[in-house]
């Protein structure tokens, strides 16, 4: 492998890493806090899933094609390409917050209540480490799969490993979408395991 | 001086069901009261309102002389000991964590908090040194159960609200725990309300019984008189009453 392909190898694994991290973090910060709003409010469950749902279908290049023409999150580029895959990660992190929270045994959550806890001091004392395992399953799975959509982010000028497969496509040449494909593999590997091993470590019983 | 517990005329509806039925009775400072009744006689919804889990659709409840709607919640559930059947320990903390809680939320200093849980942990015969840093599934039924009335003294509460406390142990560790809990009861002088379905729980650990039915007060009495007069009085006492050895005269 000649030192220059290497090293872009190397530049657009970074890249694509560093969308992936973004996109992540912020579904993340989006998508816990609704999860335990969603928890205290019955009645917006399903309307707010169901959107969340109905944008899991939208194919993946439709929806960055999608996003391109609209003011402030469109365009060309990155931050286009973030918003994607934010609204992509979103569902599983969303519901398994709210499937954690709402599976805490009610029995724990009354001792909760009548031991005088604060609506905050039961939440961050008592259901969110509870309910921690199942959230950070979500956050594995969103982080998996955004590591694969994010090849798609190089469409619209995302950057990442798509491009080798983008030009690799382009060129029927199948060196290059390795290049780009097997490198994304592998990192989706060492996610998958990473965020496993913290999940197994936040086991809370 | 107030009496430490009263319920005046309270009824409580839930979806149109009468649960409650304008009960009225006192608990004095320093009572074991225990309120006896069926499954859905309505026993555990009371109790339920003394820590202001739920309040009365009408009437009021009143802890220390002050009705539960003028209390500030999160204050008097800290001064109330709960216990619950299947005991409600939080399973994320060790033994020492769930009973340091109540004290830990009161701002105790950590030494006072350490040695208040050494000292609970001993009276409930479950030594320090090896429970401290267990995990509530590696107890016992019966362990649960102490760690969970430990739990509830942990703040020196006033009042102990135990809901059916023993009613999933088996019948010798339940015997235990109830030796235990009058054995304490001379020492700690706290007022307790205590839900059994129990008859023979009731009257050996009652200084009065309450009985429920249907949501209403059917009888009130110290465990002797409820054995002999009012039996005579009810026919749900006598039910109550017909699993016991003691004769009645009819």
Known sequence: ?205 | MPPAIAFRDVSYDVQGKEVLRHLNFEIAAGETFVLLGRSGSGKTTALRMVNALLFPTSGEVYVDGKSTREWDVIRLRRGIGYVLQEAGLFPHFTVAQNVALVPELEGWEKARVETRVDELLSRMDLSPAEFRTRMPRQLSGGQRQRVGVARALAADPMILLLDEPFGALDPITRLELQRQFVHLRKTWKKTSLFVTHDVREALGLATRVALLHDGRLEALAPPKEFLTAGGAASPEVRTFLAGLDWKLES
């Open chain 1, 1 to 205: 492998m000649p030192g220059s392909l290497a090293r872009e190898i190397l530049d657009l694994t970074v890249e694509h890493v560093v969308l992936v991290f973004v996109a992540l973090s912020i579904a993340s910060l989006i998508g816990i806090p609704l999860g335990i709003w969603l928890s205290r409010k019955a009645a917006w469950r399903a309307w707010v899933l169901g959107f969340a749902n109905v944008l899991q279908t939208v194919p993946s290049l439709a929806l960055f094609g999608l996003l391109i023409p609209l003011p402030f999150i469109g365009g060309i580029g990155k931050r286009t390409a973030i918003v994607a895959l934010v609204l992509y990660a979103l569902l599983p992190i969303l519901r398994n917050t709210l499937t954690g929270l709402l599976g805490v045994d009610p029995a724990v959550v009354e001792s909760a209540v009548a031991m005088g806890m604060t609506p905050r001091q039961r939440l961050v004392r008592v259901e969110l480490p509870l309910a921690a395992r199942t959230i950070l399953a979500g956050v594995r799975v969103a982080a998996v799969t955004t590591v694969g959509t994010a090849t798609i982010a190089a469409a619209i000028g995302g950057g990442g490993l798509g491009v080798f497969i983008f030009r690799g496509l382009a060129s029927v040449d199948v060196d290059l979408i390795l290049s780009g494909a097997v490198p994304a593999a592998l990192l989706a590997l060492v996610v998958d395991g990473g965020l496993g091993w913290l999940e197994r470590r936040f086991s809370p019983a």
